[in-house]
């Protein structure tokens, strides 16, 4: 056993491992060279063949053109077809800054509640108050902040769809 230990701690063993690790390194460096090589002449191929095809295909592309300018009519009527009107959206509105409020509300009278439960801070030992405190704390903040993420998330902001279609090209 001993023998074994020092043959594998040696600086001999080091070396062969080392070497070894380096050969199988650059072996599959080559691979990998190698792979990507094929890969781009199997691409230069396929675009090749792409060409030919988009070729053979010249007359086609008025009709394309014809289907796609359909397409963007029947895009347009289906979007002015989901406006809302102004009572919808007045009470779209006026939905979410009471959903927000009731929310604020709700959160305040939990608080509240519970504080009066417990007698304040004299009530409960130190330690076990300032947990249930913490845990209150973040809950309401928890709550507090997805509601205003939330409600900031659904308005609609030309800024906002500007940056986000830049993003999603």
Known sequence: MG??????????FGSIIGLAGGFFTKWMEQKAI???QDHEINMLSARKDLMIETAKIGMETAEVVGKL???QV????????QKTSKFGSAIKAV???VIIITLGYFTWDIYTTVDSMVGGL???PEDDLINLYKIIILSI???FTMGVSWYFAQRSSKQFDRMTSGMMK
């Open 95 to 97: 939905m979410r800054p």
């Open 141 to 143: 903040l928890s709550l």
């Open 34 to 36: 190698e792979s990507k």
């Open 122 to 124: 004299d009530s409960l």
């Open 3 to 12: 023998f074994l230990i020092d043959l594998i701690s040696s600086t001999g």
């Open 69 to 71: 300018a359909i397409e």
């Open 74 to 81: 029947e895009a347009k009527a289906f979007e002015v077809s």
